[in-house]
């Protein structure tokens, strides 16, 4: 097995400041090599502002890790649009690169940068399913991707034998995944509020609002605009597979609870070049495994290997 690389994705909930401080004091000191900082959801998140992301984010590369800020996945106003030039702007001055999770946001680099060699990450929401999509982004500069997260993996090893020799793979490898996302705050809404004056009620679930069937079945989490699975991705029986297929990156979703154990469990993986084996007390509360998309499945399915 190759040396795979293991990466923390952005936060997607809203912790307190204290809380997400915490957290990355912890991150320093594990075993991960590359660190996404930033507000990926809501733009009305307020605990961290750009200049708290930035000072941690030089904390985080003086501990030795690769620091990546990364961009709104959903731009929808004036004043996102100029918050994320202004995060382009700071990212670069700063020498970290940006995750462009919205394609405003790739032009937003391809501006600041003006001939410059900068390079960015291409997100998951940007859809690169086949090599034609992710050759024209290499032109633009992208130097890392990470694959939607319903692609099988039959699909990315044969975008793997297309992809440009210098841009290197990110794969979501734990973690509940990012579904879809709506101008609307579905959190906002289960609390009888508009969007506008939610009263910050994502602050109550620091790993999303669960959403059942009549039958009582967990089905989606709620996260603000964003809705999740219910489910947690385990990729980890497929790391072998991952590295024979040259995949650079293993991608783990934060959670409020556990978290350092899943990247032990990642890390030892890669130490003894075998599978992952997270202990099921470091699942999300009452998730379930699944890996169906994976397998080109329905992606709630979980098949043991």
Not at 51 to 60: N, P, R, S, T
Not at 201 to 216: F, I, K, Q, V
């Amino acid at each position: 097995m190759q040396t795979l690389q293991i990466s923390l994705a952005p936060l997607a909930y809203y912790w307190s400041k204290e809380a997400t401080l915490r957290f990355y004091a912890d991150a320093m000191q594990w075993p991960v090599d590359i660190v996404y900082l930033g507000e990926v959801i809501c733009s009305r998140r307020h605990q961290m502002k750009l200049e708290d992301w930035l000072a941690l984010a030089a904390e985080l590369r003086a501990a030795g890790k690769e620091v990546v800020l990364s961009s709104l996945t959903l731009i929808d106003n004036d004043a996102d649009r100029r918050n994320l030039h202004k995060l382009v702007e700071r990212a670069m001055a700063a020498g970290f690169m940006i995750e462009a999770n919205d394609f405003s946001a790739v032009r937003a680099v391809q501006m600041a940068a003006a001939g410059q060699d900068y390079g960015f990450v291409a997100g998951p929401h940007l859809n690169i399913y086949h090599e034609g999509t992710l050759a024209w982004l290499a032109t633009l500069g992208a130097r890392r991707f990470v694959p939607p997260i319903e692609m099988s993996g039959t699909d990315l090893a044969a975008l793997q034998q297309q992809r440009p020799a210098h841009v290197a793979t990110e794969v979501q490898v734990w973690g509940r995944l990012a579904l879809a996302y709506s101008a609307r705050c579905f959190t906002a809404r289960h609390h009888h509020l508009r969007k506008d004056t939610c009263e910050f009620r994502c602050e109550m679930y620091p790993d999303g609002l669960a959403l059942s069937t009549r039958e009582d079945q967990e089905f989606l989490i709620i996260n603000g605009i964003q809705t999740q699975s219910a489910t947690c991705l385990d990729l980890g029986a497929q790391l072998p597979e991952l590295a024979a297929m040259q995949v650079d990156v293993l991608r783990l979703q934060p959670q409020s609870q556990g978290m350092e154990a899943v990247v032990q469990a990642f890390y030892l993986a890669r130490q003894v070049r075998g599978i992952a084996k997270v202990d099921a007390a470091c699942l999300p509360a009452h998730a379930q495994r699944s890996n169906g998309y994976w397998l080109a499945r329905p992606g709630m399915q979980w098949q043991e290997a």
